[in-house]
């Protein structure tokens, strides 16, 4: 493909089909430069110019006159865009390759065509206020200033989340119901209780659990009334490691729970008897209820993550190949919990430029040789492959944001 670039005023719109624009966000005074995302890599080229974030720069413009159109791999942003139905968007990966930025673009896209968002944050190191410049924090619903239509932050506080779980469950199957079992001399339940190894759980929470309750929050808060408005949903997600031990976690809480309850049940009727002879109620019945709600909500979370019609795993990576293997084992576990996934983003993608730099060189090198092996991989060959350009300041604020969202969402 070759590919001619002049740096002529901008012809107006009716112009040559095969005369691309490139879009300047005149509001900041952010630059874009031209740029195609073709499946064989990014096929961005210019003498002139790499691809840059660039505040404080003169209004410039340029043309790039395609001699022979790239295939272009797209997002296939109208089919996202597609329903008023809700949808949910799971975006996960790798720590550090740009999931927040990617879900933050994703969010601002979604409400600039219409769709009332909301994004939130499930990883325990909130990262959305950074992102969109705003302060996003305090664990509810917090309107993020910006795009057409309305857009809001939730950042859950994973700790308080634990703190909950872990109240209503010693009240019922942890220490509390094991000492208040000795004492009543039922110590041959107490150690079917102990192979539950909750107290464990509990004293040391697996890694994940802290996400698993926040996500089982946000379905607890997507039951409220004032969220019925939200038609788009997006989450982002701790890294990989977390989530993958998330997926197992509905399931082993379900079951745990499941069993405690069970467990209550026997325990109350086989001292029914003692508690009406010295009057020991309590207020158990109230942290069951709660102790149930929590597990219906952890099922509900299940069925949400694997519902085809409704939810997508998107995959955040970049190219490297520490982080397209670790993509990989994502999607392989996504695929054994029956997640649907079907997009691949690969962020921060070195534009190629006509510049003689060693290192950029070698570093394209390097990336060409890690998104090669997407093509070849198993688990990852099948996806859409949607590619993000590395920019050269950090995405903060809407602006950015829009920039982000236009190249990637499409
Ligand atoms: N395409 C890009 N070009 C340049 N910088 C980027 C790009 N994408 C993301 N970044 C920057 O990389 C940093 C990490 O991005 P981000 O916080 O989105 O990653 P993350 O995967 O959510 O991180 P964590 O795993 O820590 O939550 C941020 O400073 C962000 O601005």
């Not at 879900?103 to 065509?113: I, P």
């Not at 909950?164 to 199957?173: I, L, Y």
């Not at 990336?367 to 099948?382: G, K």
Request: net charge neutral; proline share 6%.
């Amino acid at each position: 493909m070759a590919t001619i670039f002049t740096s002529s005023p901008i012809p107006p719109p009716s112009s040559s089909a095969s005369v691309n624009r490139i879009s300047v966000l005149s509001s900041t005074k952010l630059h874009a430069c031209p740029l195609s995302l073709s499946k064989k890599g990014a096929s961005f080229s210019s003498n002139s110019c790499s691809l840059s974030l660039t505040r404080k720069q003169p209004r410039k413009s340029f043309q790039v006159r395609s001699v022979a159109a790239p295939v272009e791999e797209t997002a296939g942003f109208d089919e996202m865009l597609s329903g008023t139905q809700r949808k949910y968007y799971l975006l996960g990966g790798k720590g550090g390759v740009g999931k927040t930025s990617c879900a933050a673009s994703l969010a601002v896209k979604f409400a600039n065509n219409g769709h009332p968002t909301l994004v939130v944050s499930t990883d325990p190191a909130h990262s959305l206020s950074d992102s969109f410049a705003q302060d996003l924090t305090g664990g509810t619903l917090v309107p993020v200033e910006g795009p057409l239509a309305p857009l809001y932050a939730l950042e859950i506080d994973p700790d308080q989340a634990k703190a909950e779980f872990r109240n209503a469950s010693k009240k019922n199957g942890g220490t509390g119901v094991k000492d208040f079992m000795d004492g009543m001399g039922l110590g041959l339940i107490a150690e079917q209780l102990g192979e539950l190894k909750l107290g464990e759980l509990l004293d040391t929470p697996p890694p994940g659990l802290d996400e698993a309750i926040a996500i089982s929050k946000v379905i607890q808060f997507l039951e409220l009334e004032e969220y019925n408005k939200f038609t788009r949903i997006v989450f982002d997600t701790a890294p990989t490691g977390h989530t993958l031990r998330l997926l197992s976690l509905p399931d082993f809480l379900d079951a745990s729970i499941g069993k405690i309850l069970k467990l209550r049940q026997k325990i109350s009727s086989a001292t029914s008897a003692i508690k009406s002879v010295f009057g020991q109620e309590g207020n158990q019945p109230d942290a069951a209820d709660k102790l149930e709600k929590l597990r219906e909500r952890m099922i509900k979370v299940r069925d949400l993550f694997r519902d085809t019609e409704s939810t997508e795993f998107v995959i955040v990576t970049i190219p490297t190949v520490m982080a397209i293997n670790e993509s990989s084992r994502l999607r392989s576990s996504l695929k054994k919990e029956n997640v649907p996934v079907k997009r691949l983003v690969v962020n921060q993608v070195l534009p190629p430029s006509a510049s003689d730099c060693k290192f950029c060189a070698m570093k394209r090198k390097d990336q060409t040789r890690a998104l090669d092996l997407i093509e070849t991989d198993p688990e990852l060959s099948t996806l859409t492959v949607v590619k993000a350009p590395l920019v050269d300041i950090e995405i903060r604020g809407i602006p950015a944001l829009q920039f982000l969202g236009d190249m990637l969402w499409k």
